[in-house]
């Protein structure tokens, strides 16, 4: 009997916190909100750590019930926690950046109206997705799962008065939806044929089930499902459009959910369905495909954008690309090391990038910026660190994740050559924009708020402007554009933080240590694992790779410094020679417009003028319209019957007598 | 106090009602206290109810019976018959609920002919509660029609704009409706005196006989009862009527009309129509009809309100979206599907009540439900857009509040039965999402534009009042739903099997093994027979 480590606490906790600052913060100091709010997710992160202290004296996975839940028929679902190797990790990244960037979201948003509605959303984002990453069966993740979607949608509109915002708030939120279709599809498919949805009965009766062979079978149907709602909640193709725009956020919540932890949910979930794609392996398949494709894509778009943070978040899709193409491998500990390294080194990026955007007063657009080194020496370095991890620079972290997804892509028996190469080709993209986001961002002479600087401005053509200034809403904390600043200490403390750890945090997968840590949980009880195939292929192979890619790496740095520190003029030249290509990429390939043109406009048009002018109107009402008008016609001649003249009654009461007198008459003789 | 508790309950409006009429009609405040203490003592003493009803909610047959059949008419055969079971015991909770909610939202609102609207409002409460009392069928029918001139009243006196055509639209509706409902009623009475030689309207013993007439008779019967009760549910394409009624009520007429009325269409199906003709709702072709005009409902329903520009036509749209899930769940015939129905029907009460409630206080500051007059409401009335969040939120289906609970609960009934008939409901989901969601977008969100809308007043104590009920029941629905599906167990248990003999309930193994095939899963039934409890 293991002791009870009251798991439920550690969602709790924030949501207390939520609570609080929810219903009480409008009236209390920011000092207090921002007191509440910080204790209790550190609260959770330190019972995080507990826990992960307890974890040598546990059997692993450890099941806890809080309360029963639904009961309807004879399915059950209940308040359950979950605690393996898998979701400790989980638990210990989420709260840990978590914590991180609710203390810099005190720096940041100081001087917003509305702080501790801020605060509040923040914390109830951290309940929702510690729920998510520690429920103990499917639908207690469903709920987590809908819960981070909304508070997702909450910090994306959280600056409602901006038109922008607030749509695309609420475009994250309806896509994911659809998204979320194919997760409660295969919610109901796992009820019908299992009968449960706890993960340790569940995955009981799947393990001695044997790989369904090419093609359909419940398994294969299953995952897929499954993959169509990871695809909204991770932003792959073909559900990704949501998180460019979910950029409107503060850019703490671009950090914190559409970076380092709620768009990580769906590899998540794969990873701990693992035991259903093992045994289905066309949807493996097709989850290795999709994230191929989808970081190949995004890392292209990303090369043409000129907003900081969009940028940023073309990258954020493609290395979630990353994720998903080591899970389609059954590389599931390698998606989950990645998972964990961007956490670490794209979180930073985007703080710094706030950091960036609050040092000159409000302004994504990198064409406004440059020199930024000499200002703001704090975050220059850091996102030094974050830039070259995310390039694949060793021994930085990300070099160790992104290495291990290329070589197991390659060498896994559910992998291929051409995952290998397109991962390659993908990492060299992404060495080269974030290369030249940095040479853009902090090299050269600074482009902001001075007149000089117009002509600069043509290093890149736009093919519209998008960043006029708003009075209302931005990320614009009133500075005036003057000298460029560092940020305050609360706000460079967790930079440095995770500049550490996205410089060290690959180390924990030296020798095979990560891999055998999670191996517990990835155990696919099939015969022929992908560790031992990997061993065949040799290590002279996986050497030569290894310098493949960091040649890619280096390569970028080189390309990006030549066309964007070199030699600034030539890009707009190179832009211009591609012509259509290039506003092709720059327009993201036209993919929303595309969108909106088969999708939601014969929908609403259709909705309006067929279903409701001609459905309901015309046809339904038209028909008991003239129903009811012709039974007012026939009343009306039948009306003249009540003249109200005596005489006339009298006439149709025999009228009426008679008649009745011939019917009997007539039914007598019958 | 318990035998007659059924009829304390379904007369202490009425007496309200009669005590209204000795009160002279300038003295509104007073008018306003005496009513509004009615309904809250209408509430109050249906609390009782709820641990009593507790205790025996496992026993089969109905509850709390009061008199007995052919007791009030004997010449006839009509009974004044009560007696309730799960399903109803919920049903008049939500009306005991919303009654008192509704009068209470009305204070501000109704300011002429204040006497009448308080009396007819209280006589259309008992006529309710009467519905889902009656155990007898005259006297449901009774209760039926006597609730339709109320609502008429209601709708063609303190209207909006084209009042009447929206009165007369809903009664000739609903009275079309229930002619049929009359004929099929009077076949089972002379159909009852045919096999046993009584003239009875009981419903207990018309259980006994209705199920087994000849099925080409009883095709018939099922659809005249059918348009008596999909009319008021309303199901596409008998819908037409709801929105002109909802736009032009008053505000406290819609949230009854929306909370209450439209489920005894769906109290009509589940009480009568499933366990009278059984063969028919079987009936492999009937049910696809069924299902296919609930689907439909669903994804119509979401379609066109997303595309409105009135608030209330928007809510009224959806409406008929969230009962084509409650008819989906009925249709599929098994244990969640009817009880995910039941509980859908009570959220949709409690959400949809609360929705009309949140127009209404807009309509109320600033007499316009155009959405295109508002935005950025959020800026100066706070506290009235986090409440309206929490109903959105509850109205879509989110996890931890009530409405999801009922629409999985459905989809999984649904789904057990048919894949796609779930498949294409759950698009209903996405599309809630989206109308509700730019509903609040087109309204709250944004800066100020229209100067009109800068000095509203945020939510007074009275208003919120109306609000705190509904969002304590939204949430505990949401979080601990096990006592509304323990409630629900009995009778929906009793009417599947009576419905599907032998249909796999409740009591099968929930862990049966890897995969087992559907054969062996129908194979192994432990069957709980737990047919209709006979008088």
């Not at chain 1, 706000?491 to 750890?501: D, E, S």
């Not at chain 1, 909705?607 to 039974?631: E, M």
């Not at chain 2, 935005?375 to 929490?390: E, Q, R, W």
Request: charged share 10%; glycine share 10%.
């Amino acid at each position: 009997m293991t002791p009870s480590l009251h798991l439920w606490l550690i969602p709790i906790l924030p949501l207390v916190g939520a609570a609080i600052n929810g219903l009480m913060g409008r009236r209390c100091s920011r000092h207090a909100v921002s007191g509440v709010a910080v204790a209790f997710s550190g609260a959770a992160f330190a019972m995080a750590l507990w826990v992960a202290s307890q974890i040598s004296s546990l059997s692993l996975p450890h099941l806890e019930l809080l309360s029963p839940w639904i009961r309807a028929g004879n399915f059950q679902a209940d308040f359950a926690f979950f605690l393996d190797q898998l979701s400790l990790l989980m638990l210990l990244v989420v709260s840990g950046v978590g914590f991180l960037i609710h203390l810099y979201s005190i720096g940041y948003m100081w001087d917003d109206a509305g702080f501790s509605r801020f605060m509040s959303y923040l914390n109830l984002f951290m309940f929702f997705m510690l729920t998510l990453v520690l429920a103990g069966n499917y639908l207690l993740m469903f709920i987590g799962w809908e819960g981070v979607g909304l508070s997702s949608y909450l910090l994306i509109g959280f600056w409602f008065t901006k038109d922008s915002a607030a749509s695309a708030g609420k475009k994250a939120f309806i896509v994911n939806r659809i998204g979320d279709f194919g997760f409660l599809i295969a919610l109901f498919l796992l009820i019908k044929h299992f009968n449960t949805l706890n993960f340790a009965q569940l995955f009981e009766q799947i393990r001695p089930l044997q790989p369904e062979v090419a093609g359909a079978g419940l398994l294969t149907a299953i995952g897929l499902l499954l993959m169509v709602g990871a695809a909204g909640k991770s932003a792959q193709i073909p559900l990704y459009v949501w998180l460019p725009d979910a950029m409107e956020g503060p850019t703490p919540v671009s950090a914190l959910i559409h970076a380092a932890t709620m768009v990580t949910a769906g590899v998540y979930m794969v990873a701990r369905s693992h035991l259903i794609f093992d045994r289905a392996p066309s949807a493996l398949t097709v989850v290795a495909i999709i994230g191929t494709l989808t970081a190949l894509f995004a890392a292209t778009i990303g090369i043409a954008q000129t907003d900081i943070k969009k940028v940023l978040a073309y990258s954020t899709i493609s290395q979630l690309g990353y994720m998903f193409m080591a899970c389609g491998v059954a590389a599931y500990s390698a998606g989950v090391f990645h998972l964990m390294t961007h956490a670490f080194f794209k979180g930073l990026l985007f703080l710094a990038a706030g950091s960036v955007i609050h040092a000159v007063g409000g302004e994504q657009d990198m064409r406004r910026m440059g020199g930024l080194r000499k200002y703001i020496p704090w975050t220059f370095w850091t996102m030094t660190v974050a830039t070259f991890a995310i390039a694949g620079f060793p021994p930085l972290a990300g070099f160790f994740s992104k290495d291990e997804i290329l070589w197991k892509a390659y060498s896994s028996p559910h992998g291929s050559w051409v995952f290998w190469l397109i991962g390659v080709v993908t990492a060299f993209i992404t060495s080269f924009y974030m290369f030249r986001l940095w040479f853009l961002t902090f090299f050269g002479e600074y482009r902001g708020a001075q007149p000089s600087s117009k002509a600069k401005l043509a290093t890149e053509p736009a093919a519209h402007d998008s960043h006029a200034p708003d009075p209302h809403a931005h990320d614009n904390h009133g500075h005036g554009h003057g000298t460029p600043h560092e940020s305050p200490m609360i706000m460079v403390l967790p930079l440095a933080i995770l500049a550490v750890l996205s410089f060290v945090g690959g180390w924990v997968a030296i020798g095979g240590r990560f891999e055998r840590f999670l191996a517990p949980v990835f155990d696919s009880g099939l015969t022929a694992s992908v560790a031992e195939s990997a061993a065949e292929t040799g290590g002279s192979t996986e050497t030569l790779l290894m310098g493949i890619s960091i040649a890619a790496a280096v390569s970028g740095l080189f390309l990006a410094w030549f066309l964007y520190h070199r030699q600034p003029a030539l890009p707009a030249r190179i832009a211009a020679s591609l012509g259509g290509v290039y506003t092709a990429v720059y327009n993201k390939y036209y993919v929303d417009d595309l969108y909106n043109t088969v999708f939601v406009k014969p929908l609403l048009k259709g909705s309006t003028t067929v279903l409701w002018h001609g459905v309901d109107q015309a046809a339904i009402d038209g028909t008991v319209n003239v129903a009811a008008d012709s039974a007012r016609h026939v009343s009306d001649s039948v009306r003249h019957m009540q003249s109200g003249n005596l005489r006339s009654y009298a006439g149709w009461v025999a009228a009426g007598a008679a008649a009745v007198i011939a019917y009997i008459i007539w039914a007598g003789v019958r | 106090m318990q035998s007659h508790i059924l009829s304390i309950i379904l007369f202490t409006p009425l007496a309200g009602a009669l005590l209204l009429l000795f009160i002279p009609k300038q003295n509104k405040d007073l008018i306003r206290w005496v009513a509004n203490l009615a309904s809250l003592l209408g509430l109050l003493v249906s609390v009782p109810l709820v641990p009593w009803f507790w205790a025996q909610r496992y026993d089969p047959g109905f509850k709390f019976i009061e008199g007995g059949s052919n007791n009030w008419i004997p010449s006839i055969g009509a009974g004044f018959h009560l007696g309730i079971d799960g399903i109803s015991f919920l049903l008049i909770m939500l009306t005991t609920l919303l009654g008192w909610i509704s009068i209470l939202s009305s204070w501000t609102a109704i300011e002429t002919r204040v006497k009448e609207y308080y009396i007819w409002f209280l006589v259309l409460q008992t006529g309710m509660l009467g519905v889902f009392m009656a155990l007898d069928f005259f006297l449901f029918f009774v209760f039926w029609e006597a609730m339709l001139v109320p609502m008429y009243l209601l709708i063609g006196i303190w209207g909006g704009p084209r009042k009447l055509y929206a009165a007369i639209k809903f009664f000739l509706y609903t009275l079309f409706g229930s002619v049929f409902m009359l004929l099929g009623i009077l076949f089972l009475y002379f159909n009852h005196h045919t096999l046993t030689g009584i003239y009875t309207f009981d419903l207990l013993a018309l259980y006994q006989t209705a199920p087994k007439i000849e099925f080409h008779y009883a095709v018939w019967l099922f659809f005249a009862f059918f348009l008596g009760f999909a009319i008021k549910v309303p199901m596409f394409p008998f819908h037409t009527w709801l929105p002109d009624a909802h736009v032009e009520a008053p505000t406290a007429g819609s949230v009854i009309l929306a909370g209450v009325l439209l489920k005894m269409g769906t109290y009509g199906f589940v009480r009568f129509s499933l366990p009278f003709f059984p063969s028919v709702v079987m009936d492999s072709r009937v049910r696809s009809w069924m299902i296919g005009l609930s689907l439909v409902g669903i994804i119509y329903g979401a379609l066109v309100s997303l595309m409105q520009k009135d608030m209330k036509r928007l809510v009224a749209y959806s409406s008929v979206s969230h009962l084509g899930f409650c008819t989906l769940g009925i249709f599929a015939l098994n244990p969640a599907g009817i009880s995910g129905s039941v509980l859908q029907q009570i959220n949709h009460g409690i959400s949809t009540g609360a929705l009309f409630l949140i127009v209404g206080i807009l309509y109320e500051r600033r007499h316009s439900r155009e959405i295109s007059e508002y935005g950025g409401i959020s800026n100066v009335m706070p506290v009235y857009a986090t409440i309206t969040m929490i109903m959105f939120l509850s109205s879509m289906g989110l996890p931890l509040l009530n409405g999801f609970v009922g629409e999985f609960t459905i989809l999984q009934g649904a789904f057990m039965e048919n894949k796609m008939w779930a498949a294409w409901a759950v698009s209903g989901v996405i599309l809630a999402a989206a109308y509700l969601l730019w509903l609040y977008q087109r309204v709250f969100f944004g800066p100020v534009t229209n100067p009109k809308n800068e000095k509203l007043h945020d939510l007074t104590g009275r208003e919120m009042l109306t609000f705190a009920p509904l969002l304590i029941a939204a949430f505990w629905i949401g979080l601990y739903p096990k006592p509304f599906f323990q409630i629900l167990e009995q009778p929906v248990n009793a009417l599947v099997q009576t419905v599907r003999p032998g249909y796999p309930g409740a009591g099968a193994p929930v862990n049966a093994g890897v995969l087992p095939p559907p054969a062996a899963a129908e194979a192994a039934v432990v069957p709980t027979p737990a047919a209709k409890g006979t008088n």
